[in-house]
């Protein structure tokens, strides 16, 4: 999988809105941007993926740059429960493994009550 | 609709011992896959199983780890002579029939494994 930029850290206060970026620059046309989260002594959990356009679920919004080089996580109202490590994953289309998730530091978000 | 399931939670083993981590896909799962987490990283993958079969094996140490997935019962993650390295949190994901780019993972709680 292509490889992906994160900051290490970002704190964000309880019921204000979270940025989480993530750089690509070398994503391919056909890989999917998909983020997962890990709370405190569990496994990672879903949350959202993408291909071009804006994506909004139950959990967050997904904002993928026009040129795909880089996305936004958007949490729109932090509670405590979501802080975590932010994981951004890209996945590819075609070959064969395209089940591996590639897990790199992730973002450590820090609310604050 | 119980999620995945990893048993035990906890586990203790001397270096040169066993470990044995099983894990319990969510129902109507039939894709396994496993991860390993070492302190203050991110995860890496394993293995991909389906039942009975081990479809990609590509980040197994080598020597002394191996991944099963019978037709009956969980999928097991077994560690021989067990060293301080394998220290870990090790997690299992499973996915439905289906995979492909747009498929979710499902994670266990994972095991937490400490070789003394």
């Known amino acids: 999988d292509a490889k992906t930029t994160q900051p290490n850290s970002m704190e964000s206060n309880e019921e204000e809105p979270v940025h989480l970026p993530c750089n690509h620059s070398?994503?391919?046309?056909?890989?999917?941007i998909h983020w997962y989260r890990q709370l405190p002594s569990q496994g990672p959990e879903y949350v959202i993926h993408?291909?071009?356009s804006n994506v909004n679920n139950r959990m967050a919004s997904l904002a993928i740059a026009e040129d795909r080089k880089s996305s936004t996580l958007i949490l729109h109202r932090a509670t405590l429960r979501d802080a975590a490590v932010y994981y951004c994953?890209?996945?590819?289309?075609?070959?064969?493994?395209?089940?591996?998730?590639?897990f790199g530091k992730g973002t450590l978000l820090t609310v604050n009550p | 609709n119980a999620g995945v399931m990893q048993n035990p939670r906890h586990l203790v083993r001397r270096r040169g011992q066993e470990a044995r981590l099983r894990c319990s896909p969510m129902?109507?799962?039939?894709?396994v896959y496993w991860y390993r987490q070492l302190p203050e990283e991110g995860l890496k993958f394993m293995v991909y199983?389906?039942?009975?079969?081990?479809?990609?094996e590509s980040g197994m140490p080598k020597e002394r780890f191996s991944a099963e997935f019978p037709k009956e019962g969980p999928s097991i993650l077994r560690i021989q002579q067990v060293v301080r390295g394998d220290s870990a949190a090790y997690f299992c994901?499973?996915?439905?029939?289906?995979?492909?780019?747009?498929?979710?993972?499902?994670f266990g709680p994972g095991t937490r494994l400490t070789v003394l």
């Open positions: 129902k109507g799962h039939s894709h």
């Open positions: 993408g291909l071009t």
């Open positions: 994953i890209l996945r590819v289309v075609s070959g064969g493994s395209n089940y591996k998730l590639t």
């Open positions: 199983l389906q039942k009975e079969n081990i479809i990609d």
């Open positions: 070398t994503i391919s046309g056909t890989d999917y």
């Open positions: 994901a499973s996915s439905p029939l289906t995979r492909g780019v747009n498929n979710e993972q499902f």
